[in-house]
């Protein structure tokens, strides 16, 4: 069974072929699998850390991983799987060996016996999750028309949401069918444990299906059909020695001057009184890791000036000269993800703080209340999930009659209100009216971005291209994990519920800045 019929291509064909419903479904069923990796991590990490003794303003920090990990993975993966051909093809041998390393690592997860190790599996697995997730959106890229993509990704958001439900939903459905939902301080409940061994191995499973029952074209048959369209994005201008060189020393001194100012002021509270209530005292150390980062992006471009003036190049100077050299429709959409996954990641660090101590009246990790909170929660994110599954093929529907950006602008406004709706309602049963706004929302951000960046980029780059986009979903992860924690105890004495109102405002902009995106013209 092949999902892409191109054996029965000429091996230069000009024009990519329409493809089937069905070779459409086999090329996005590994997304479900993904999913579940994801959504087991987005619902039930919090859960564990806190578990493991986290305090809720650590929690934040706590995630860092999943940043991190992505910022780093996500473009040399998409650079080394536009440059790779075996006999698995081109994005599928990344495909398989990132889920065989989430799949151990979902294992391992819930038994971790200390919060450091939890962190580090989160770390790994998230890097493991990203090998395997981010050839997927180029593989759509790849294999369809231009015309077909919209719906290609909106198969792949069907099936992150009928994923995200399914692990989402398993610690309150083995909960109902008799696991046991609490356990001793330190240790994390059987039905969240049960659940992610279930996810793991129907993980496996999913990638599997895609990986064996598709085929890719080679390189050379999608430099044919990219030589037979206008090219989207000419080759641009490299950047020069001397702008790496003062790019680098500018952010390499912002980087510097921001952790001696965090040192100070941790410094300065440090000798204050424990009785006096100071701004200074919420300065955490988690805003060493953002003056890093800032340090660290300088020194990747002194690093790329000192090889352009030896004239070498590598795939280091190919990503940021590729980096720089984005067209502007990906430009504005980087603008609309950053402040779309700033709103994701508060909803997903801290609903389940939020609603467990809002909504059930208990921060006690070892109470009935705390954990049935929680694992309401998880029915929650099942909710949006599916909501975002039955939502998925009604978007390009709305695009063809408003453009994808004005369809992207609406879904995004609907999950402001939902995120706002949460901190508005409060009875618990009545939380699933909120969620489907969020669901809306997600079925958008997973597809409609990536239907338009497809056709403002060159098929011979869809990998790096996808990798350098997806920074722009690492990057305000790594401020929510930085920041949101400093805010909430700085501002709203560590109540978790106001992260989702400051998401819901995140929302609202980035809707509004989807509306200025300019959509290329195939």
Wanted: one cysteine or more; glycine letters at 10%.
């Amino acid at each position: 069974m092949t999902a892409l019929g191109a054996d029965a291509v000429k091996p230069f064909a000009s024009v990519r072929p329409r493809l089937t419903r069905l070779a459409i479904w086999n090329m996005c069923v590994g997304f479900f699998g993904i999913q579940i990796g994801f959504g087991l991590q987005n619902a039930n990490t919090s859960r564990i850390f806190q578990t493991l003794g986290a305090e809720v303003d650590s929690l934040a920090i706590l995630w860092i991983a999943a940043p991190l990990t992505g910022l780093i993975v996500q473009p040399i993966i998409g650079h080394f799987s536009d440059k790779t051909w075996g006999r698995l093809g081109r994005r599928r041998p990344y495909f398989l060996f990132g889920a065989i390393a989430t799949t151990i690592a979902l294992v391992f997860m819930p038994n971790a016996p200390v919060l450091w190790m939890a962190a580090a599996t989160l770390w790994i697995m998230d890097a493991a999750i990203n090998v395997t997730m981010e050839p997927f959106r180029a593989f759509v890229g790849d294999n369809l028309p231009e015309e077909q993509r919209a719906t290609g990704y909106a198969m792949q958001s069907f099936f992150i949401g009928t994923g995200a439900v399914f692990a989402s939903c398993l610690p309150w459905l083995l909960t109902q069918g008799g696991v046991a939902n609490t356990a001793p301080e330190g240790i994390v409940p059987d039905s969240v444990r049960i659940s992610f061994y279930v996810g793991a191995a129907a993980m496996l499973v999913a990638v599997l299906w895609t990986v064996f029952s598709t085929k890719e074209y080679s390189p050379e048959q999608i430099d044919a059909f990219e030589g037979a369209r206008p090219s989207p994005l000419a080759d641009h201008e490299l950047r020069p020695a001397a702008r790496y060189l003062n790019g680098g020393l500018i952010w390499l001194a912002v980087g510097a001057l921001a952790f001696l100012a965090v040192w100070f002021v941790r410094d300065q509270a440090a000798a204050l009184p424990a009785d006096v209530d100071d701004w200074r005292k919420a300065v955490g150390k988690e805003l060493y890791v953002l003056a890093g980062f800032v340090a660290g992006f300088g020194t990747l471009q002194l690093v790329v000036a000192a090889f352009r003036r030896a004239a070498k190049s590598n795939g280091l100077t190919e990503i940021l000269d590729d980096m720089f050299g984005m067209p502007e429709t990906m430009r504005g959409l980087a603008v609309v993800q950053f402040f779309s996954w700033f709103a994701l990641f508060a909803m997903w660090i801290y609903t389940t703080a939020a609603v467990t101590a809002v909504h059930f009246g208990s921060s006690d990790t070892t109470s009935v209340a705390y954990n049935e909170g929680a694992d309401w929660v998880g029915v929650l994110f099942g909710i949006y999930n599916g909501v975002a599954a039955l939502v998925a093929f009604a978007l390009p529907v709305l695009a063809r009659r408003v453009g994808k950006r004005g369809a992207h602008a609406v879904a995004l406004t609907m999950g402001g209100l939902g995120l706002i709706g949460i901190f508005l309602i409060r009875d618990p049963q009545m939380l699933w009216l909120p969620m489907i706004g969020v669901g809306i929302a997600w079925a958008s951000i997973v597809s409609m971005p990536y239907a338009i960046l497809s056709s403002a980029v060159p098929g011979r780059k869809m990998g790096v291209y996808m990798g350098v986009f997806n920074i722009f979903i690492v990057v305000p992860q790594l401020v929510a994990a930085t920041l949101l924690g400093l805010m909430l105890n700085a501002l709203f004495q560590s109540q978790a519920i106001w992260a989702l109102v400051v998401g819901g405002i995140s929302f609202f902009i980035a809707a509004a800045f989807a509306l200025r995106v300019r959509e290329a013209r195939p």
